[in-house]
């Protein structure tokens, strides 16, 4: 009887062992399934949030098409809702917009869709905090105060000085102009200085982390200079995605419309 509980103990033992080793088996393989999945799941919403800045795109143009003028921002104060907002005693016959440079997509007067309950346009993670956002230039252009988003501004400024290339607009650079407030990228790589707009999404740090490196903190600045650069969070974070519209894209296809001249 000794002897057969002895060989019961030393088999309850080797069951034992076995199973742990079966455990630790199934954790690797799982855990070398989730790593791709997640990976998956991130690739899918940078591609969908790439979509949903296009149709931005698409739509403003059109709306200037239709309109002579692009809409403004929407406000950025708790409990606006996603339609353009002027400043005070600002509208359309002046192009006065309350928030030129930090102000999201106006999806309600767009009527797009992903767009959350008070009517903004969200990027793919969905939440209040990745709210897509819209920065339009203010420059003065052929003594056009507001050209772009006042009513009958850009035929007032006339396609000659729409198209002056030493008039800047807003300006995109590949890494942060280095000080809070620039008028220009300021040494670093200049993608565009002729940015009619700029539509962007923060990414998925928005939703956790909140993006705090300087090259992403230079979209939130309140200026006409933003930047746009490979994602990354190997060196500096950065996973902001942006698109722009150039003065001569916005050109061709006012003057395709009728809008022009």
């Known amino acids: 009887m000794h002897r057969s509980n002895g060989r019961a103990a ?86 006065n917009c309350s928030n030129f440079f930090d102000g999201y997509v106006p999806g309600i007067t767009l009527g797009l869709s992903n767009i959350d309950g008070d009517g903004f346009v969200v990027d793919a993670w969905g939440l209040q905090q990745n709210r897509v956002r819209y920065a339009i230039s203010k420059t003065t252009v052929g003594g056009s105060t507001n050209p772009f988003t006042k009513t009958g501004g850009m035929q007032a400024a006339g396609i000659a000085n729409l198209g002056q290339p030493t008039i800047n607009l807003i300006f995109v650079c590949a890494a942060s102009p280095g000080t809070e407030i620039q008028a220009n990228c300021n040494g670093a790589q200049i993608l ?61 296809q006012l003057t395709a419309s009728g809008q022009l001249p």
């Open 10 to 95: 030393g088999m309850r033992g080797f069951t034992l062992i076995e199973l742990s080793v079966v455990v630790l088996v199934i954790t690797l393989l799982l855990g070398s399934l989730l790593i791709p999945l997640a990976t998956q799941v991130e690739q899918r919403n940078v591609s969908e949030t790439q979509k949903r800045l296009q149709e931005v795109k698409e739509a403003l143009i059109g709306y200037a098409m239709a309109n002579g003028r692009f809409p403004c921002p929407a406000g950025t104060i708790a409990g606006e809702k996603g339609i353009e907002k002027f400043a005070a005693g600002g509208s359309a016959a002046d192009g």
């Open 192 to 252: 565009a200085s002729d940015a009619v707009f700029v539509v962007y999404s923060l990414g998925k740090n928005a939703a956790t982390s909140g993006g705090t490196s300087a090259d992403e903190a230079a979209n939130l600045n309140d200026d006409p200079v933003f930047v746009s650069r490979v994602n990354s969070q190997k060196d500096v974070e950065f996973d902001d995605l942006m698109l722009w519209s150039s003065r001569y894209n916005i050109i061709s």
